[in-house]
């Protein structure tokens, strides 16, 4: 058996470019014993790492070239994001891209000005949607955003806030007059919010809960509206993209930890790698993984090309969470002879897996919601 390797599927130049350097960049910057180093530091990333990240361009990736980016779409930007899955590469960079595409969306010229110019530099953000008793529709709110003199009182809390500790900007969900808005906090105000880390499920992610009570905006900070919709409806779509890229590099990296060891363990005299059960398996996660893929490329092209993905995006979230869960677990229990779990590298891969199947909606969520459109079609 053979390790899976990398290959480029249809994309543009620009893709092909950015992968092909992406896969040498992630491979070298986040080898698996790094990743279990830097699950017991503060931030969970590495600072020198996440700087080149932006040398390179990365972090501005989507954003004009007349706010100091590059110019390109979130397509390049889920073809970054799958290498980065295949080797457990630890950096805010999903939770900014998902920002900076809320903010392009929604944003007022000012906002964007004041933002993304520090975001292509290399700035961290991230955005703050989900609450103890939330579900997966971002406009279903129980924090909220109250006029107060000459500007607005902010109360509630919000959960599982992604790199929080080390982002600049944050983009807070609120309902205002009973309508769903979102406030732009700088570093000070996410200060303010007196982030405590969570403990959660992937540990190379730091998540952390947020108060909002005491806080205060003024109206410049906020973004209502129509414009809230739009910005909540690019923040759903980003991460349901990015996620779909990354379950698919998650896949691959977990096939990788799989087939090594089954080139590796004997019993009997004989390779594991060589019975023929495992062999079935190892090709069911195989085609988990082109169909993750295909869902990914598919929906990037569509993005790239400014129609509609919502139906490409449901479809490849279903998939893409229950392969890579699939993928993880098997990639577990085939080293049941290893000793301690938490010693394979395997359960690296489950738990980003378990976290990425439920993040913005599981694959019976997205499945209810396919059919919805499908048949109102």
Not at 23 to 35: D, H, I, L, P
Not at 102 to 123: D, E, H, M, Y
Not at 312 to 341: I, N, P, W, Y
Request: glycine residues 10%; hydrophobic residues 45%.
């Amino acid at each position: 058996m053979e390790t899976v390797k990398p290959h480029l599927v249809q994309c543009t130049d620009e893709q092909a470019m950015l992968l092909e350097s992406a896969v040498s960049f992630c491979r070298e910057q986040s080898t698996v014993a790094k990743v279990r180093q830097l699950i017991g530091s503060d931030n969970g990333f590495d600072t020198a790492v996440w700087q080149q990240i932006g040398e390179l361009g990365w972090n501005g990736i989507a954003i004009p070239e007349s706010l100091g980016g590059s110019g390109l779409s979130l397509a390049e930007a889920i073809t970054l994001a799958e290498p980065m899955g295949r080797h457990l590469l630890a950096t805010p960079f999903a939770s900014t891209q998902i920002f900076t595409q809320g903010l392009l969306a929604g944003g007022s010229a000012t906002q964007q000005q004041a933002v993304l110019p520090r975001i292509s530099q290399g700035a961290a953000a991230s955005v703050a949607l989900f609450e103890d008793e939330g579900d997966w529709d971002l406009t279903h709110l129980s924090a909220s955003a109250s006029a107060r003199g000459a500007g607005f009182a902010l109360s509630g809390s919000k959960t599982l806030v992604l790199d929080a500790a080390v982002a600049q900007a944050l983009l807070v969900s609120v309902s205002l007059d009973g309508q769903p808005a979102l406030v732009l906090l700088d570093a000070a105000g996410i200060a303010a919010c007196r982030p405590v880390r969570e403990t959660i499920i992937d540990e190379t992610r730091r998540a952390y809960r947020l108060t909002l009570d005491g806080v205060t905006v003024d109206e410049a900070a906020l973004i209502r509206g129509d414009k809230a919709l739009a910005a909540l409806a690019a923040i759903r779509r980003s991460a349901l993209a990015l996620h779909i890229a990354e379950a698919a590099g998650g896949i691959a990296g977990a096939l990788d930890v799989m087939v090594d060891y089954l080139n590796t363990r004997t019993t009997f005299g004989r390779k594991i790698g060589s019975y023929q059960s495992l062999k079935h398996t190892c090709a069911q996660i195989l085609i988990g993984l082109e169909r993750t893929r295909s869902h990914a490329y598919h929906v990037a092209t569509l993005m790239a090309r400014g129609e509609d993905a919502e139906v490409a995006l449901h479809m490849g979230k279903a998939e893409a969470g229950d392969s890579f869960v699939f993928a993880g677990d098997r990639a577990v229990q085939f080293h049941g002879g290893f000793g301690f779990t938490y010693d394979c590298n395997a359960q690296l891969f489950l738990r980003r897996a378990i976290w990425v199947q439920q993040a913005f909606g599981d694959a019976g969520h997205h499945r209810r919601r396919l059919g919805e459109i499908l048949l109102a079609a």
